[in-house]
């Protein structure tokens, strides 16, 4: 059985540290590098973002669900919001003060799939890792 983790998170100023820091602990009980640790918590920690960001939702609880397979690192972020656009252009200016967010996902995950259904948002973002 793959280890997994369900967290529920109440939006507030500090739920990217708590997520980033969940990620980190969760993952080092596994032998997932910090590399990949830190870039699959920064990716993560970007698209709560924006689903907080765009979707006018800030006070829906959002349930993430991660599962650290060997060789995967893996997470579905759900929230009960209106539906956003994913931006599917890539990041071309790099002294704009936003924006880099999705460039930064697009390069370092390997999976990043977006769906709207009964009124929730479900982004399945995964990383694969070599050991």
């Given at each position: 059985m793959m280890p997994s983790i369900h967290i529920t998170l109440i939006p507030s100023v500090d739920i990217f540290e708590q997520t980033k820091d969940m990620i980190i602990a969760f993952g080092q009980t596994t032998q997932i590098t910090p590399k990949h640790l830190f870039q699959f918590s920064v990716c993560v920690t970007e698209a709560l973002n924006n689903?907080?960001?765009?979707?006018?939702?800030?006070?829906?609880?959002?349930?993430?669900?991660?599962?650290?397979?060997?060789?995967?690192?893996?997470?579905?972020?759900?929230?009960?919001?209106?539906?956003?656009?994913?931006p599917h252009n890539d990041f071309t200016n790099i002294l704009a003060i936003s924006g880099r967010g999705w460039s930064i996902m697009r390069e370092w995950l390997d999976t990043i799939e977006y769906t709207h259904k009964n009124g929730v948002n479900i982004l399945t973002l995964a990383k694969n890792v070599s050991l």
């Open positions: 689903i907080l960001e765009h979707s006018e939702a800030q006070i829906e609880r959002v349930h993430l669900d991660i599962t650290i397979e060997p060789s995967r690192l893996s997470v579905v972020i759900k929230q009960k919001a209106q539906a956003f656009t994913p």
